[in-house]
């Protein structure tokens, strides 16, 4: 896969959130929520007229450059939100967690802002450098998409949900358009047309012709999707109050956290356990039953989900901002730790095997299937 270059524009531009936050955090009116919300539209209009009239043309070849050219200058407010919340800086980001959205500054929230802050800003500058150079940006658009898409599916229920729910101020209704801009940008991202293969018919006849124990790579991601899934349908269970004792020793002995009243955890659990779940049912399937063109595709948009959800979920785990009777214990940690790995890892092998040898899962080519030569 091709990586396309940053985009040096965009990243100047998004850097002007560093004198606008620090300015901005001294302002009086800011100290109500209503202001907060008010001022946040007004910046974003403003950074959009700003982008339009800087980059028409990039706009008109493809409308997402704007959408990713706003978003770096997001991701570098909330990299200066986590940075801040961890006490390595100051007097930049405080208005937003006081009377913006407070529970930016739970442990989940912190590292939500940490993954937006590096891995979607390097996806957005790269992107939007793709747009600007008329080249293909697909599977990173689809990589991004399923991060993004996880992290509003946690992180908006889980504020409704949890502990700070009564904390809800104006500013949360901003997330509105961060609710459709996926479904808009997922169409225009997969409408694209996908980067040309040099699989010959022959070599996919042949690879599609092969069993899966002949196929030791696709052999182990099956164990490794059904074990996965397994794991998937037991922590889902654990959230859920199953009353088995593996589940009680398992919430109390190895992942506290999922009894944080925060709700975060036990809602990551829960779109596990609805969406990553039937995925890996899926995925066997494909790896399986030969000409299953739709994973590759998928396989990118769940490494993303899986990442920034296993990112946030493990970092919150261990994080100083949770309570000590909700952080992984001492005698634990390495178990969970390595559990937890392997379940990031997993998605993300998945996808690099389909995007590295694709002939497997690509449609039959037309015309009889060619016939084995005799073997004496």
């Known amino acids: 896969m091709d990586i396309p270059p940053l985009a040096g524009k965009t990243a100047a531009l998004s850097l002007g959130a560093l004198p606008l936050s620090y300015a901005l955090n001294y302002v009086s009116a800011l100290s109500h929520p209503l202001g907060v919300a008010l001022m946040s539209a007004l910046i974003l209009g403003l950074l959009f007229m700003a982008i339009y009239n800087l980059s028409p043309g990039d706009i008109y070849y493809d409308p997402l450059y704007a959408v990713f050219t706003i978003f770096t200058f997001t991701s570098v407010v909330d990299l200066l939100i986590a940075l801040q919340e961890d006490g390595y800086m100051v007097g930049f980001m405080e208005f937003i967690t006081k009377e913006g959205e407070p529970y930016l500054r739970t442990a989940h929230g912190v590292f939500i802002c940490y993954w937006d802050g590096t891995v979607h800003y390097l996806l957005y500058l790269a992107m939007a450098g793709a747009i600007h150079r008329r080249k293909r940006y697909r599977n990173l658009g689809l990589y991004w998409l399923g991060s993004f898409i996880m992290s509003i599916l946690v992180f908006l229920p889980g504020n409704i949900l949890g ?9 949360f209704f901003l997330a509105i358009p961060y609710m459709l801009v996926p479904c808009w940008a997922g169409m225009r991202v997969f409408g694209q047309s996908r980067a040309p293969t040099s699989c010959i018919p022959h070599v996919v006849q042949e690879e599609q012709r092969k069993g899966l124990l002949r196929r030791p790579v696709d052999l182990v991601l099956v164990i490794y999707l059904t074990l996965a899934g397994f794991f998937t349908l037991f922590r889902g269970l654990v959230v859920l109050d199953c009353p088995t004792d593996a589940c009680f020793i398992y919430i109390y002995q190895y992942e506290p956290y999922l009894r944080d009243p925060v709700a975060y955890p036990k809602v990551q659990m829960l779109v596990y356990m609805f969406y990553v779940l039937p995925f890996y049912g899926l995925a066997v399937y494909a790896l399986i039953v030969p000409g299953c063109s739709w994973l590759p595709d998928w396989a990118l948009v769940f490494a993303g989900a899986v990442g920034q959800a296993q990112f946030s979920h ?63």
């Not at 952080?327 to 390495?334: K, T």
């Open 314 to 376: 493990m970092g919150a785990s261990m994080h100083l901002r949770t309570p000590f009777t909700y952080r992984v214990p001492d005698d634990a940690w390495a178990c969970f730790f390595g559990c937890n790995l392997l379940y990031a890892l997993g998605p993300h092998l998945l996808a690099f095997r389909c995007l590295q040898w694709p002939a497997f899962f690509l449609r039959p080519p037309p015309g009889p299937p060619a016939h084995h030569k005799k073997q004496h």
């Open 163 to 171: 502990k700070y729910s009564s904390e809800i101020r104006p500013a």
